[in-house]
């Protein structure tokens, strides 16, 4: 059995879509079933499209690392709150809260 480590609950316009975990192989994303029913719910991204089947990849997925800072902005994550610029879903956690865009990520603390 898979162990996830951390995750983080993914919204679309302040709307439950689904969620991200980190595992032991990668990471995954799965759609909400409530989201999913509802036909005017819009897929999180067009690389990720609405489907009942979780995604797996073994790396963070193109569209949630796009969600991250860069520049400037992730030095001043990076030292504010003293993470790795590798721990690309410790970044997502604590800077696309609420990142520009339909999109946000808020940790689920267990």
């Not at 991204?45 to 193109?62: D, G, I, Q, V, W």
């Not at 709150?81 to 339909?102: P, Q, Y």
């Amino acid at each position: 059995m898979e162990s996830n480590f951390r995750s983080a609950k993914i919204y679309v316009c302040d709307r439950f879509a689904g969620t991200l975990s980190e595992t032991d192989s990668g990471y995954t994303f799965v759609y909400d079933a409530e989201y999913l029913a509802d036909s005017s719910s819009k897929p999180v991204s067009l690389t990720l499209p609405k489907r009942a089947e979780a995604y797996a990849s073994n790396t963070l997925f193109p569209f949630f690392d796009g969600l991250i800072p860069e520049g400037w902005l992730l030095n001043m994550v990076t030292h504010n709150w003293k993470l790795n610029e590798r721990d690309r879903f410790g970044l997502l956690l604590v800077a696309c809260v609420d990142c520009i865009g339909a999109v946000s990520v808020r940790e689920v603390i267990e």
